[in-house]
């Protein structure tokens, strides 16, 4: 018999959950199916495998689209907005402390020496995560989609021509439409925005030029310029995060650096943080946001900031389940749908590749060749661990804090 909890009951499991949602997402739906069902008998088995299906053809994080999908057959449109809250707060709340004391950091002798094994661990882990995304993804036209989103994506990093990250993930996508051999896939709700109008890329898919226009900054003040920057980035972002939260690194990666919010290395950083901390790897986005606020002012901007970065990646989550179930419903087994995210989802290892190869090299390349071999032997070790899915990710980079550290004391 299914029960009715009280909103309390519902928040106070929920942020129980989120305190100890370490592991990945696939970890996070273990302990709602314990939590929710076994234990508590809240939602039946077939709800929630309904709900886990619908979460897995939409963009964003699948746990917290779970989390919010759970809440609201548990006590309705409220319930969905309690759960989703109380399952990202803990993390949420972890990452702005950590973020504080990353910063204070900075002011720190050979605080950067300390980060430098934890970096070498995360583009491992983004590494692997990029190439298990191939491995699954065995048929020619979804390595022809990779290669063309990493040529794309190199092309735009390296060149003048613009071709930004979303719009090579819509093509995938649409490609992945065509490749079925649909003769309706000119139909697909993308399309009637239509390729033939140069506002295409630069409103849908570049930045709104009255964003960083001078009229603006003069007419409401940097401080407001700068957080509706960071909120169209990370809502955008939010709109396509498919596949698994470490594809925010190709979706924020550029932008973050080209706009001077983090430098490639703490950006990386950002990634550390985000999987050590219970919660989605999204909740990266508070610690970006964070920093964009402290260098703005104080630590209660930073917060502001936070906020903000983190409510516009997540917000899609929200509307989505909230709002957009019912289409949701009678959507979700439609093989248009299933082929554009099939085509998105092989399109992202190159856009992933595109940006972590870069990477690579700055944080693989030490003060000496003795170090650069150490560090090598490090990237490829955590690369075969990551690959083969041996050990968590969190755990990785638990461990390569403590290595760093111990580097720290015994050799400085």
Not at 189 to 208: M, V
Request: contains cysteine.
């Amino acid at each position: 018999m299914i029960v009715s909890p009280t909103f309390s009951e519902l928040s106070s499991t929920f942020l129980k959950i989120g305190v100890f949602s370490f592991g990945g997402p696939y970890a996070h739906i273990a302990m709602f199916k314990d939590e929710i069902i076994i234990q508590r008998n809240w939602v039946s088995e077939q709800e929630f495998d309904e709900g886990l299906g619908i979460c897995e053809i939409l963009p964003g994080p699948t746990s917290s689209q779970l989390a919010i999908f759970l809440g609201t057959k548990i006590k309705g449109f409220y319930g969905g907005l309690i759960s989703g809250i109380c399952f990202l707060l803990p993390g949420f709340f972890i990452i702005l402390l950590m973020s504080q004391l990353w910063r204070q950091g900075q002011s720190i002798d050979n605080f950067s020496d300390f980060l430098s094994i934890p970096q070498i661990i995360v583009i491992s882990i983004i590494w692997g995560f990029a190439l298990n995304l191939l491995k699954n993804r065995s048929q020619v036209w979804q390595w022809t989609t990779a290669s063309f989103v990493f040529i794309g994506s190199i092309i735009d990093r390296s060149t003048s021509l613009h071709l930004p990250i979303t719009l090579l993930l819509l093509l995938a996508g649409i490609f992945g439409i065509y490749q079925s051999n649909s003769k309706r896939f000119l139909s697909f709700f993308f399309i009637p925005y239509g390729f033939e109008h140069s506002y295409f890329d630069l409103k849908l898919f570049g930045f709104p030029s009255f964003l960083t226009a001078p009229i603006f900054r003069e007419d409401i003040g940097n401080l407001l310029s700068n957080s509706l920057k960071l909120f169209y980035v990370f809502f955008k972002a939010g709109l396509l995060v498919f596949g698994g939260g470490l594809v925010i690194v190709p979706l924020l990666q550029t932008q973050v650096i080209e706009m001077g919010w983090l430098d490639s290395r703490s950006f990386i950083d950002a990634i550390a943080i985000g999987q050590l901390s219970p919660g989605p790897v999204v909740l990266s986005s508070a610690f970006i946001g964070f920093q964009v606020g402290a260098k703005e002012g104080t630590i209660l901007l930073g917060t502001f900031f936070s906020l903000i970065s983190t409510f516009a990646i997540f917000l899609p989550s929200f509307i989505f389940i909230l709002l957009g179930e019912p289409l949701i419903k009678r959507i979700k087994n439609k093989v248009m749908i299933d082929n554009y995210i099939n085509g998105v989802l092989s399109g992202i290892p190159g856009a992933i590749l595109a940006v972590v190869i870069p990477m690579t090299g700055k944080v693989i390349v030490g003060k000496d060749i003795f170090q650069t071999c150490i560090y090598s032997l490090i990237f490829f070790i955590s690369l075969i661990l990551s690959f083969k899915q041996s050990i968590k990710p969190y755990k990785l980079v638990a461990i390569s804090i403590v290595l760093g550290m111990a580097i720290q004391i015994l050799f400085l």
